[in-house]
């Protein structure tokens, strides 16, 4: 069974591994759709993001989908043939944090395609991935493999905006034009925002951000005016969802936001991050973390698998999995790419 593997520090390689058996609750699904993420592109170029390093070779991927060809005899949750988005989060269901219901902060989380614990947890791009059954949300009979594998980085969004909630009515900035920022227009819409406005957009991904909601995009290099005129009387936006982890576009949107704005760090630095600390007591604005999800998988498979929310703009392409290495070229090229699939 082919597999994609990251081997340290930064080599990917397509590789031959075993297909685990599908024991007492578990589902064997080959993998249709397996989207690139920024995590597994931060391992593919640099080994790894800040302090987590590939220390051993490690199976990537953890945004999937596929087509139920298995299950086991006690499993009467899916069956062969359903289409199904895997939830990558695993947590124990053991640990204090997990009994406080904060899954994404467990202590033992599983999450595939990690390198922040040793050994490392072993991804999903592979042809079949043998998961527990309760880890799979079934979409509607012909839904797009692509689509349903979107439920993880929109599950991403979805648990940082709901960091913010209530949204309703309120005016919001987003930071970073890569995946998480132009899948965060549409629940925005959905859960009643005024209005979103992405910035720092290069290239051809405006047009996507404006087809998936977006009122207007910026590119801050090429107007910086543009994006000044939104802090004149106080700040403009209630809400950032910042996306991009740079210090640079946080710095820079800060002075939009209103007294007791808040935003929402989704984005990740490559390290320390300065922040005009002053202007965050002054204007009293409230900074939030975000850090994966956890049931909020289930309701993206529902926003997915409805059509309530339509992501397919942001859809760059499928490639074949012998084509990895070209996928994830591609996938790292914010000027031509959205998000990148490989099919397995
Ligand atoms: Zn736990």
Known sequence: MKAVVIHPPHELRVEDTALGECGPGQAAVPIRAGGICGSDLHYYRHGGFGAVRVKEPMVLGH???????AVAPDVGRVKVGDRVAVNPSRPCGRCRYCAERLFNHCENMRFYGSAMPFPHIQGAFR???VCDASQCEIGPPGISFELLALCEPLSVVLHGIGRAAPLAGKRVLVTGSGPIGGLAAPPLRHGGAAGAVPTDVPGEPPSVATRLGADRTIDVAAEPEALAAYAAGKGTFDLLVECSGNGEAIRGAIPTLRPRGAIVQLGIAGGDVALPLNTIVSKELALLGSF???????TAAKLIGSGALDLSPLLTGTYPVDQAIAAFELAGDRRRAMKVHLAF
């Open 63 to 69: 945004e999937v989908a596929g087509e139920v060809l």
């Open 127 to 129: 042809e079949t991935l």
């Open 292 to 298: 994966r999800f956890h049931e909020e998988f289930a």
